[in-house]
Nanobody, 112 residues
Framework: QVQLVESGGGLVQAGGSLRLSCAAS??????MAWFRQAPGKQRDLVAR???????NYADSVKGRFTISRDNTKNSVYLQMNSLKPEDTAVYFC????????WGQGTQVTVSS
């Protein structure tokens, strides 16, 4: 079973940037994705990327976030720019559909 470890979160002011990383213990799936879950809310899809690098984004992050992957390192990344307080959440990576075991996630907190 592939294990996922997310990192790179932290506390940042509105307008700032963070780069999240997701390291998998084995080969990553054809389609990988980042999700986020704010307190009291459901886990939502933020961005996804195919093995060939084609990406899609939720409307709320389009133009601000960039997903990328390095298949040689079994890793997926999320560059987050122009962060807003509403981006505050725990961020997770997984395959799409999310059939891998969830990691612990990484907390992103954006202060106003």
């Amino acid at each position: 079973q592939v294990q996922l470890v997310e990192s790179g979160g932290g506390l940042v002011q509105a307008g700032g940037s963070l780069r999240l990383s997701c390291a998998a213990s084995g080969s990553i799936s054809s389609i990988m994705a980042w999700f986020r879950q704010a307190p009291g809310k459901q886990r939502d899809l933020v961005a996804r990327i195919t093995a060939g690098g084609f990406a899609n984004y939720a409307d709320s992050v389009k133009g601000r976030f960039t997903i990328s992957r390095d298949n040689t390192k079994n890793s997926v990344y999320l560059q987050m720019n122009s962060l807003k307080p509403e981006d505050t959440a725990v961020y997770f990576c997984n395959a799409l559909p999310p059939l891998l075991s969830w990691g612990q996630g990484t907390q992103v907190t954006v202060s106003s």
